[in-house]
């Protein structure tokens, strides 16, 4: 009886072993950390968005390094694992295809596309036509990805992003919303000090070095001039940059702005057609290697400089 009774304990001693080894492999493959939801983020303002909502209830990670322009992404087999094995992609569908491939192969139901929660608009270059132009749609088309520019639709998928992180840690849910609603409040307030910031200005058109600025015009009625299209790394044909050096001298524009991930050889030859300076302008699709900053405190730096070069009082 008794050899009996050890045996039952040995088998069923062998059997929760088996179940622990059981739900470390299940853990690990839920991600890195077993207290924490692992979160991977295409770019910077994704990232921003799940930390700011997410937490020490998440772990993030930025699949574009800092410094990197995170459009023409290569993901290594490493970051392709990390989004295999992460519990939620946060990614914008069309940006970035390297991502796209790894989530259509990789991500299943665990990838969230904000493109789904706020529509994209219609891209454009920007510019007036003149008689006997072709106008200024050459290097425009398909849609504008650079939604988080205006405050108030980076808020609403804050608030997407919070119900999504819910489902996937359900003892956090509340956590997750009241973070997202002070980070809407935070961004509220960012919106509120670009309306009045800019509400009266000498000027309200903005030549670009690309046209990452659509919502941002669209949201403060600024009349965006890109110089290229939507893709920073497209060399402007030579009739573009005839359009956009006549546009920015009808303007009378000030400043030609370029950005901290792009060369800035080709704003610095239209300002010095047209007698004006360059300034960057930055559209925060990453953060720079040395920068201190976050999403809120570029936007800001964006409002100042924007002041400036529109003589805005």
Known sequence: MSNRTTFRVLAATAALLALGAGAGCSTSAGGADPKRVDVVAAFYPLQFLAE??????????????????????????????????AELIVYLK??????????????????FDVTSVQPLLDASAGGHDHEGEEGHTEESGGKDPHVWLDPTRLAGI????????????????????????????????????????LATCQRREIVTS???????????????????????????????????????KEHQATTIFFETLVSPKVAETIAGQVGAKTAVLDPIEGLAADSNGDYLSVMRTNLQTLQTALSCS
Request: aromatic share 4%; hydrophobic share 35%.
């Open 210 to 248: 690309h046209a990452a600025f659509g919502y941002l015009a669209d949201r403060y009625q600024l009349d965006q001039v890109g110089i290229t299209g939507l893709s920073p790394d497209v060399e402007p044909s030579p009739q573009r940059l005839a359009h956009v050096i006549e546009e920015a």
């Open 52 to 85: 700011r909502i997410g937490g020490d209830a998440v772990r993030v990670t930025n699949l574009a390094k800092p410094g990197a322009e995170p459009h023409d992404l290569e993901l290594n087999p490493s970051q392709v694992g990390e989004v295999s094995d």
């Open 94 to 111: 069309g940006f970035q295809p390297a991502v796209d491939d790894a989530v259509a192969q990789n991500g299943g139901d665990r990838a």
């Open 158 to 197: 804050g608030d997407q992003l919070a119900q999504r992180l819910g489902k996937a840690d359900p003892g956090h849910a509340a956590d997750y919303t009241a973070r997202a609603a002070a980070l809407r409040a935070d961004l509220t307030t960012l919106d509120g000090e670009f309306k009045h910031g």
